[in-house]
């Protein structure tokens, strides 16, 4: 790759806009995201940077979802809603039956499957218990088929049954069949802040941090029924900017009636190529290289283990060397 090409991927990575995104790890606002899919081992080198378990184990990837275990929080809802139900098993069966759709790289065992745990939807859906199944968009994505998409929302009821959320029609059919009523200012305030909870999880690339502020939250009785207006704002980090709003509409019987949602997500820095070039014979790309990915900080964990499982000795020192710089400084 000529210097020119390579200065060309950087601002590329350092530029980037997605207006149309369809919902990382835990962010500020959002609900709490417990991932146990993966454990994480002894270092696997004297550097003292832990990395999963399952890295550089399977000499061939098989196509299918690992459920992972539940957190002790995750645990103690799965025993109040459903104790002789195991959700996360659930979603791996429905998931697993597309693993031959379509031909190409085993996209499944890339999933991220993530509990989404929140005071508002607790109280606005109190039989049911939701999950994020996310697959890699950065730096490759991989072709899901239908009707999965790269954010799908798993939602499981007190019965077993499940239902797949992955726009805003689904997510609005959802409110409208399943949310409890909204009978005033209150509630109204809550079904709003979990809309847009979940919104963000749909509308995320994997890097993305929403902040949801309560007390700009507006709900009003409009007529016999009731308004509710929000907005998730995009926390400013690495490029990154923009905003999800939301208004909801419920009729008098306090069931939700209409819904209007308006985004500009704008990515910034993502990983593209920039550990390839940690070793690079120039200078100022290796610079350029370790600029980005400081950047990037934590949100870059999962970019740099899949790199490293592919990467000589060499490589894998110089990948370490950053992620123990990004821990030291506290980069996230």
Known sequence: ?????????????????????????????????????????????????????????????????????????????????????????????????????????????????????????????????????????????????????????????????????????QLKSLFKTGASQVKDEKSARLALRAWLELSSELNQDGFLQFSIDDTAIDARIVGRGLVAHGKAVIQPRGGDEGFLSATLTFDNEGRLETSEEEREVKAGMRPICQSTKLLDQDPVVRQMARRDLLILGRRAESYLIEQRKKGSPELQKAIDDIWLEIVRENRR
């Open 1 to 169: 790759m000529n210097r020119k090409a390579i200065v060309t991927c950087f601002l590329l990575a350092s530029a980037f806009t997605l207006p149309g995104l369809t919902a990382s790890d835990k962010v500020f606002a959002q609900p709490d995201q417990v991932e146990t899919g993966i454990g994480f081992a002894e270092p696997a080198t004297g550097s003292g940077v832990v990395y999963p378990e399952r890295s550089g184990r399977v000499d061939k990837p098989v196509n299918r979802l690992e459920p992972g275990r539940a957190s002790p929080e995750e645990a103690g809802d799965i025993a109040r809603v459903m104790p002789a139900i195991k959700p996360r098993a659930i979603v791996a069966r429905f998931a697993d039956k597309f693993a031959d759709k379509l031909a190409g790289p085993a996209f499944l065992q890339s999933g991220r499957l993530l509990y989404v745990r929140s005071d508002a939807l607790k109280e606005m859906f109190s039989n049911r218990l939701f999950y994020v199944l996310r697959f890699r968009v950065w730096p490759v994505g991989f072709d899901i088929p239908e009707p999965m998409k790269s954010n799908n929302i798993f939602v499981v009821d007190s019965k077993g049954k499940l239902v797949l959320v992955t726009g805003s029609e």
